[in-house]
């Protein structure tokens, strides 16, 4: 149950923060850049990182000691002066970190969807809401978000299922510490099936994962 409550609470953080994040960018990629390659490029290169390699990046940003965070935030003259913050070895700080990192390296998966949605709208119907009037606002929420829902709902499902099998990320950071306050059930099917070789508890857990994604996906 506590692996089952940390991927649902990774989830229902991530998803939408993933959302939020990846429309800012695909909204920034599709101003009428110059040289719009650069932009574009930013956008991939979080996606092209392998998970494993984002979470130990992650990592080495939040740690004790050396984190670049820690540095920033006493240079910021925040926090208790002269205590670094243990971001990684306190449960709460830990999943904020955690979700931190997923929502950077989803963020961008999501914005290259919601880009190839928003190329597709025709510009007249912006230029049509400019002669009535409406703001740049108006034509976000009664243009753009109408328009663009279809790929919306398809990044949600692609993002949902994902942070539901979350594995890398939280593994390669805290390995499930500090006790198993960041453990997620992938990682204890993982445990289950290879340190324990409780191969039979592990494919139940495996099976109970998929009959949560299939619902999910369904509703």
């Not at 695909?26 to 719009?36: C, G, H, S, T």
Request: glycine residues 8%; charged residues 10%; contains cysteine.
């Amino acid at each position: 149950w506590n692996a089952a409550t940390n991927t649902v609470l990774i989830t229902v953080i991530t998803v939408p923060g993933a959302l939020v994040v990846g429309m800012g960018l695909a909204l920034l990629a599709n101003l009428p850049f110059r040289y719009k390659w650069p932009v574009r490029l930013a956008l991939l290169l979080p996606w092209a990182l392998p998970l494993a390699f984002a979470g130990l990046i992650f990592a080495w940003f939040f740690h004790t000691d050396h984190g670049v965070f820690n540095d920033i935030v006493r240079r910021l003259g925040l926090g208790t002066a002269g205590e670094p913050r243990m971001w990684l070895l306190q449960p709460a700080w830990a999943m904020a970190a955690i979700c931190a990192t997923i929502i950077w390296k989803a963020s961008s998966f999501m914005a290259l969807i919601l880009l190839a949605g928003l190329q597709m709208i025709p510009k007249s119907l912006y230029e049509a809401a400019e002669v009535d009037g409406a703001s740049r606002w108006q034509q976000f929420w009664q243009i753009t978000i109408p328009m663009l829902m279809p790929s919306i709902v398809v990044a949600l499902i692609f993002r949902t299922i994902t942070a539901l099998q979350t594995f890398d990320i939280p593994y390669t950071m805290t390995k499930g510490g500090p006790g198993n306050s960041t453990e997620t059930l992938a990682m204890l099917i993982h445990k289950t099936t290879i340190d324990y070789l409780d191969v039979g508890y592990g494919s139940t857990l495996a099976v109970c994962m998929f009959v949560l994604s299939l619902v999910v996906t369904g509703f």
